[in-house]
């Protein structure tokens, strides 16, 4: 079974500095996808970014990447020059890719990161 | 016009009643979801579609029906209301022949169960 976990249910950041998002994730499953979103108040779920498990290099998006170690099975979100806006909850995600088994094509959702950026 | 609209946005109800979550999108994919958001779990699937003709059923469809009508429309039922299914539910979809099957969310519906 597939597992997420997010250790840091709450963290504060101050503007313009970085901040890093902890997740890391249990399968045995050899292809995987890993997904970050953000929940800011209003509640609505904005996809950030995406990693596969094959995938050489670390996902870029602007101002968020993310930090893939396979063999440490983590995928940490970094948020560079951190803004009032960022101000939300993040959920990492994993999804099972290989066909063969039932959690194929279902993401899993971690418990999620409260993020406070201050001025 | 958002992709993924769901309707209602807010409802609240009683215990006992049936109620319909209706979402719909017109991002032309194939696949759709439904998952519900309770505070510390993160959101949880309860169903899936991959076609029209396909459903699916996720972690915790106990209590839950849906109906793929078309394509563009997934409705999730709850047969007879009670108060645990206080949440908040999210309507999803994603699109097989994108390379990463990204899933894009509805803006969620809340639903109070009296």
């Known amino acids: 079974a597939q597992k997420i976990t997010q250790t840091q249910p709450g963290m504060f950041v101050q503007e313009k500095e970085a901040v890093t998002l902890d997740c890391t994730y249990d399968?045995?499953?050899?292809?995987?996808?890993l997904f970050w979103y953000k929940q800011p108040s209003s509640g609505e779920m904005i996809f950030l970014i995406y990693?596969?498990?094959?995938?050489?290099q670390n996902a870029t998006e602007g101002r968020y990447s993310l930090n893939f170690q396979k063999a440490r099975k983590s995928a940490n979100l970094v948020i560079s020059a951190s803004q009032l806006g960022d101000s939300a909850m993040y959920f990492c995600?994993?999804?099972?890719?290989?066909?063969?088994?039932?959690?194929?094509?279902?993401?899993?959702f971690g418990a999620g990161t409260q993020v406070v950026v201050t001025p | 016009d958002a992709d993924v609209t769901q309707t209602p946005r807010n409802r609240i109800t009683k215990t006992g009643k049936r109620i319909m979550l209706e979402c719909s999108q017109t991002?032309?994919?194939?696949?759709m979801y439904w998952y519900r958001q309770d505070p510390g779990l993160g959101l949880r699937l309860i169903y899936y579609?991959?076609?029209?003709?396909?459903?699916n059923k996720g972690e915790i469809s106990d209590g839950y029906s849906v109906s793929r009508q078309a394509q563009a429309k997934f409705s999730l039922s709850l047969e007879s209301a009670i108060p645990n299914q206080t949440a908040l539910y999210f309507c999803?979809?994603?699109?097989?022949?994108?390379?990463?099957?990204?899933?894009?969310f509805g803006p969620g519906t809340r639903l109070t169960v009296l």
């Open positions: 999803a979809t994603s699109d097989f022949s994108d390379s990463v099957d990204t899933q894009y």
């Open positions: 399968t045995s499953d050899p292809s995987y996808g």
């Open positions: 990693q596969g498990s094959y995938d050489q």
């Open positions: 995600a994993m999804r099972d890719d290989l066909m063969t088994t039932d959690s194929w094509g279902k993401l899993q």
């Open positions: 991002k032309g994919h194939d696949r």
């Open positions: 579609s991959f076609d029209v003709k396909d459903i």
